[in-house]
């Protein structure tokens, strides 16, 4: 059963970094899909970047240029990492894993999504 551990998140001001990580275990393979979704009060979660099991990463238009996908393989671990962070950033930040996607062009429904994090928080202030 693969089950993530979320770390890294925080409250920052405007224009500030922060790095997400999850760490996978009870998987025994090193291609899978790892992704950051998204949720803020009175909104839908929304998928905001990956890495794919051939290491092709996507982010969204709202966070390329801000936020880069990366993953240890040794450590079985991804990075999500958050630069000039803006209010609008502000959400619950999940991690979700999959072994079905190879290459990622877009972020996945959750139908596709075998296992979450249990969430961490990310505050910016202006």
């Known amino acids: 059963q693969v089950q993530l551990v979320e770390s890294g998140g925080g409250s920052v001001q405007a224009g500030g970094s922060l790095r997400l990580s999850c760490a996978v275990s009870g998987y025994r393979y090193s291609s899978y899909f790892i992704g950051w979704f998204r949720q803020s009060p009175g909104k839908e979660r929304e998928g905001v970047a990956g890495i794919g099991g051939d290491d092709s990463t996507f982010a969204i238009p709202s966070v390329k240029g801000r936020f880069s996908v990366s993953r240890d393989n040794a450590k079985k671990t991804a990075y999500l990492q958050m630069n000039n962070l803006q209010p609008e950033d502000t959400a619950m930040y999940f991690c979700?894993?999959?072994?079905?996607?190879?290459?990622?062009?877009?972020?996945?429904?959750?139908?596709?999504?075998?296992?979450w994090g249990q969430g961490t928080q990310v505050t910016v202030s202006s």
């Open positions: 979700a894993f999959s072994s079905r996607i190879l290459n990622i062009m877009n972020m996945p429904s959750s139908g596709l999504i075998e296992a």
